[in-house]
């Protein structure tokens, strides 16, 4: 039999037990001499595993670790120890770590003590520790759980080590409570994502502004999505989403799996505290996240950044353009960046249009850019600019909203009522019909007009979050003392252009549908570049006569 020895000591364990490492190998070498084992260890140069002054109350030894690996080879077929807690002092972890082994179909043997999972009552002993350790387990959830139920009803906070950011934990009411200073940056990473800013463009903002976290680091890209999908701050107290799974360890070994719990174990309680964000963005909020999570389909790639992806549009499917990347040298293997028509990935769609390279739709699109620039007018004047733009919904659209509402939720009542009238017979059919005709007639008209309403508010609020794209992209550039990276041009050809149009190769120039008050500009731009080419072109032909006149 291969055995594989383990032995570990503490300070602590040396003082109060008074065994030491020369002796517990003495002990468990003569024992494999004894019954003619082979001893096998994965460490070079050594024979045995040792961990020397490290405590058992964790797995982070190097010995340890080696050892485990080793398990999982099948190195040895044995493994043998002084006292059970040389392997860990922690029950739980250690009941762990003999199931691992038990699937493995690797025994272990403690020296001292009458636990030898190679015989059937060593197995039993084993069982019956982990029956005892389980029963105090679920005697711990029985008291512990429902106390933690009745504390998150009661509003209060069961949270871990740190609040959540823009909250602080108040210990005498058991609440979470704001942090004022928080609140904007919790706003600004709401109003960021619903302008159009991607969670790592958010998490560049606030990393590059050196903004701590609540555990003092830095703003990532998982902290920002994670923050736009908690209900605290809506008021809200959701508990019990999540488990630790002690049955499946994480990539790393050193944990647990974090498991998600079924929707009908959680626990939500509303009004616990002062929200920070209103319920309709928070919904808004859900929804792009939910539609980005999705995707596009678009394959990405590291190697080449599709400035024009997300703006580019078929001319004959309707589809999306999108980047790939296409061998241009079959000799070298050299590729080049192309956009081609999403139907490309549809056998249903039948679509003409033809992929065309991206330096040749890349090079018009940048002169546009460059007439805009050239016409960005001074910072003031721009604001107004932006302003007119993209007006913010008015109070007159949803107060109006809301008698339409009202009166709705009156005129079917009166059909209630009228048919009530009609079925105790005090009014006659046909003047039933009639009134019941005007009633439905009204009620089809109202829901018009408040459809109508909607989407003016609706169309209001896109306004307000194209300026506040525009806003964020702009301060972000400020800070970077204007330095345009990739990932900046790209963000700012969706804010310029709604529809790109792509036929034959070509933009379709009718087709260009570009944001106000860009547009605006474009325009400007293109006037001037007419007046400037007559300009031109009117010099040349007085120089021309000049020249002619002299000649003769």
Request: with cysteine; charged share 30%.
């Amino acid at each position: 039999m291969r055995v594989a020895i383990y032995t570990r000591v503490s300070t602590e364990d040396q003082a109060r037990e008074g065994f030491s490492l020369e002796v517990q190998k003495e002990v468990l070498k003569e024992l494999v001499q004894r019954n003619g084992w082979t001893l096998a260890c994965g460490i070079a140069n050594r024979d045995i595993y040792e961990d020397d002054g490290f405590t058992g109350s964790n797995t982070d030894r190097p010995a340890f670790k080696i050892l485990r690996s080793d398990a999982l080879r099948k190195y040895f077929d044995l493994i043998l120890v002084y006292k059970l807690d040389r392997l860990n002092r922690k029950l739980r972890d250690l009941l762990n770590f003999l199931e691992e082994l038990d699937h493995l179909g690797i025994s272990i043997k403690s020296a001292t003590e009458p636990f030898d999972t190679t015989t059937s009552a060593g197995k039993f002993l084993i069982q019956m520790l982990g029956s005892s350790a389980e029963f105090e387990r679920n005697r711990l959830i029985e008291r512990v759980f429902p106390g933690m139920v009745m504390g998150v009803k009661k509003g209060h906070w069961q949270g871990a080590r740190y609040a959540p950011y823009g909250y602080k934990y108040n210990k005498e009411i058991k609440k979470l409570e704001v942090v004022p200073d928080e609140v904007g940056v919790i706003k600004k990473i709401y109003d960021m994502y619903l302008s159009g800013s991607s969670t790592s463009q958010i998490a560049g903002l606030f990393y590059h502004q050196d903004i701590p976290t609540r555990s003092g680091g830095k703003f990532h890209s998982k902290l920002i999505a994670d923050i736009l999908k908690n209900k605290v701050y809506l008021g809200m107290l959701v508990w019990n989403k999540h488990h630790y799974d002690t049955r499946a360890k994480t990539k790393s070994g050193k944990g647990y799996r974090y498991i998600k719990n079924p929707a009908s174990s959680l626990i939500e309680v509303s009004g616990v505290h002062e929200p920070i964000i209103d319920e309709n963005k928070f919904n808004r909020v859900q929804v792009k996240l939910k539609a980005n999570k999705k995707g596009s389909g678009v394959p990405k790639f590291k190697n080449n950044i599709y400035y024009l992806s997300g703006v580019l549009y078929c001319a004959e499917c309707g589809l999306k353009y999108h980047g790939i990347m296409i061998v241009s040298n079959h000799r070298t293997g050299g590729k080049k960046p192309w956009y081609r028509c999403l139907s490309k990935g549809y056998s249903y769609i039948t679509c003409h249009n033809r992929q065309v390279k991206a330096e040749d739709l890349e090079g018009p699109i940048f002169e546009i850019l460059d007439i805009v620039a050239e016409q960005l007018p001074v910072k003031e004047e721009f604001a107004d600019l932006l302003h007119q733009a993209s007006k913010e919904p008015s109070e007159h659209y949803s107060n109006e909203f809301e008698l339409k509402r009202q009166s709705l939720e009156l005129n079917l009542k009166n059909q209630s009522e009228l048919y009530d009238l009609y079925k105790e017979g005090r009014i006659n059919i046909e003047i039933y019909r009639q009134k019941a005709d005007e009633l439905r007639q009204e009620e089809t008209g109202l829901k018009k007009d408040m459809k109508a309403l909607q989407m003016t508010i609706i169309d209001g609020q896109r306004g307000i979050e194209d300026r506040l794209r525009v806003q964020n992209f702009l301060q972000g550039l400020v800070e970077r003392n204007h330095e345009w990276g990739d990932a900046d041009k790209k963000e700012f050809m969706r804010i310029i252009f709604k529809k790109v149009v792509i036929k034959d190769g070509e933009i379709v120039s009718k087709s260009l549908e570009i944001h106000e008050p860009w547009n605006f500009l474009y325009k400007k731009g293109l006037q001037c570049q007419t007046t400037q080419l007559c300009q031109k072109r009117k010099i040349e032909r007085q120089s021309l006569v000049s020249r002619h006149s002299a000649v003769k």
